[in-house]
């Protein structure tokens, strides 16, 4: 083996990538032996030799054959070095050979199939959807041209400066006890959840909240409820869980279930958007919502209340949370700072009745540990402050306009054409489409011409009910609403001939 040449070779193919001379040797060598150039069994040469030859420091040689020998790549007998014999190996799943020396591996199939995951897996497989990179109406993304990262940064900065050598370690089960009581405050004076702080569990955003509930508050085959149509978030979560889950029609009213669906699928979990019904974006009414919580006390049912964008009401504040209607309702509250603040950010709550909390603290300390205490304390800050509450007035202006400007465009293009439901909270509408359309084709032409307006169809959690699209506008300036209303109005025009 001509190392030089070997070395060399490795050096000029990654020009431009700053890696140490010690990293470089042995991520030449971790691909010669991954790629069969230096064969099993084969010995290496003396660490000193070597480094002579490649004109290196011995010590770049010696951190090479360690790190490679901690992977099992190399094994050392007394004083010599030489290639562990490996598992063979799939040869185009091996990184691009150097043109040394052709190698036939014995090919094996490195990456399960997709018959190999478990049916629970399975039904969250990614299904290819055009519309995920495109942005004008993408629906549940928040203005994020507009968040204020100047004064955010000062927060993680802050909170950085401040951290503990304790809070570098695993954190609480349940998270920062700063963030909790941060949010029970905002929670019981914004929303009227009634909580304390031990109530509320930090989660990585509420995906995680849904997955944990799914699988906590349920058992494989018990029945789950889910507005129909209804979020897709919660219906995987629900699935994956191995769940019942059964579509419940909406009203004007929200969740509609009859007498039928009480008596013969009595659910372990009712999964509800109260504050505005996901997709459609009806309120759900104060009665309704008595007459759930009613139920569900009588038959021992759970109800998972997603608040996912309850801060943007248009009209006056927001309505008071289903959890805080009743003392000791059967409610686990739901919260996300994805759309307040932003998604990647992946911090969520869930505020869990009192009786469930040790159990869950129990569960989280086992299966999820906590960390990232630096972000939670700059977030607990950011709330403390007033900092959150000046961003959300803001919002809430910026949200207000931008939907007056949607809804005006739709009025003017195509206001004989569709009917539009929901705007008076969130952070998109829906437009419902006439019958002899299919909101499936015109939501594929319109992701075409780069909008994103998924069809209501797909959003089915049993029978298709709803012929429509949704339109979420947070990320459209107002001067270019009409503009897009116009392309997709064309679309829609076309489509009725
Ligand atoms: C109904 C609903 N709930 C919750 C979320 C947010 O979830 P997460 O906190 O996981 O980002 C979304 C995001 O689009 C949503 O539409």
């Known amino acids: 083996m001509d190392y030089q040449l070997l070395f060399n070779r490795y050096k000029s193919q990654h020009i431009g990538r700053k890696q140490t001379q010690q990293r470089l040797l042995y991520n030449c060598l971790r691909e010669a032996i991954l790629s069969g150039q230096l064969l099993a069994g ?124 304790r809070q570098l370690d695993y954190g609480e089960a349940a998270g920062e006890p700063e963030l909790r009581a941060a949010i029970a405050e905002h929670l019981t004076s914004t929303r009227g959840v009634r909580c304390s702080a031990e109530q509320v569990f930090i989660t990585d955003g509420t995906q995680q909240s849904l997955d944990l509930c799914a699988h906590a508050l349920a058992s494989a085959g018990d029945c789950a409820w889910i507005e129909n ?36 699928h009595s659910p ?27 139920s569900a006390k009588a038959r021992g049912a ?15 504040s927001p309505l008071p949370a289903m959890q805080g209607l009743v003392e000791d309702a059967p409610v686990v509250h739901l919260g996300t700072f994805s759309k307040t603040l932003f998604p990647a950010l992946r911090i969520g709550f869930m505020v869990l009745p009192k009786g469930l909390v040790a159990p869950i603290t129990a569960m989280m300390h086992d299966l999820f540990p906590r960390g ?11 709330l403390r402050s007033g900092q959150f509450a000046i961003h959300l007035r803001k919002m809430r202006r910026l949200y207000a306009a931008r939907r007056d400007a949607l809804v005006a465009a739709i009025e003017k293009h195509l206001g004989d054409s569709v009917t539009i439901c929901g705007g008076s909270s969130g952070i998109h509408i829906t437009i419902e489409l006439p019958e002899s359309l299919v909101d499936a084709d015109i939501s594929k032409a319109a992701a075409a011409k780069n909008i994103a307006v998924p069809a209501l169809s797909k959003l089915a959690t049993g029978p298709v009910l709803r012929n429509g699209l949704m339109l979420g506008y947070a990320q459209v300036p107002e001067q270019d609403m009409e503009r897009y209303i116009l392309v997709l109005a064309g679309i829609i025009k076309r489509a009725m001939g």
């Open 42 to 165: 084969a010995q290496l040469m003396g660490s000193r030799s070597l480094a002579q030859e490649l004109k290196v420091a011995r010590n770049t040689v010696l951190y090479a054959y360690e790190h490679l020998a901690t992977e099992g790549l190399l094994q050392t007998r007394g004083r010599q070095t030489f290639v562990q014999h490996l598992a063979p190996i799939k040869a185009e799943a091996v990184i691009a050979p150097l043109n040394l020396a052709p190698v036939t591996l014995e090919p094996v199939t490195l990456r399960p199939a997709a018959s190999a995951l478990s049916p629970r897996a399975q039904c969250s497989q990614l299904q290819p959807d055009s519309s995920e990179n495109l942005i004008a109406f993408m629906p549940g993304v928040p203005a994020l041209a507009e968040f204020p990262i100047h004064v955010w940064r000062r927060y993680v900065e802050r909170a950085w400066r401040q951290i503990t050598y």
């Open 229 to 264: 149509p209804g979020y897709t978030g919660a219906y995987q979560a629900l699935k994956a869980a191995e769940l019942n889950v059964r579509g419940i029609a909406v009203d004007e009213q929200g969740m509609a279930p009859s007498a039928e669906d009480w008596a013969q």
């Open 268 to 294: 372990k979990l009712i999964y509800l958007t109260p504050s505005h019904q996901f997709p459609l974006g009806s309120v759900m009414s104060v009665e309704r919502r008595m007459a759930l919580i009613e």
């Open 302 to 316: 759970i109800i998972i209340e997603d608040d996912y964008d309850s801060e943007f009401r248009r009209d006056g």
């Open 372 to 382: 990232r205490s630096a972000d939670q304390l700059a977030l607990a800050e950011f």
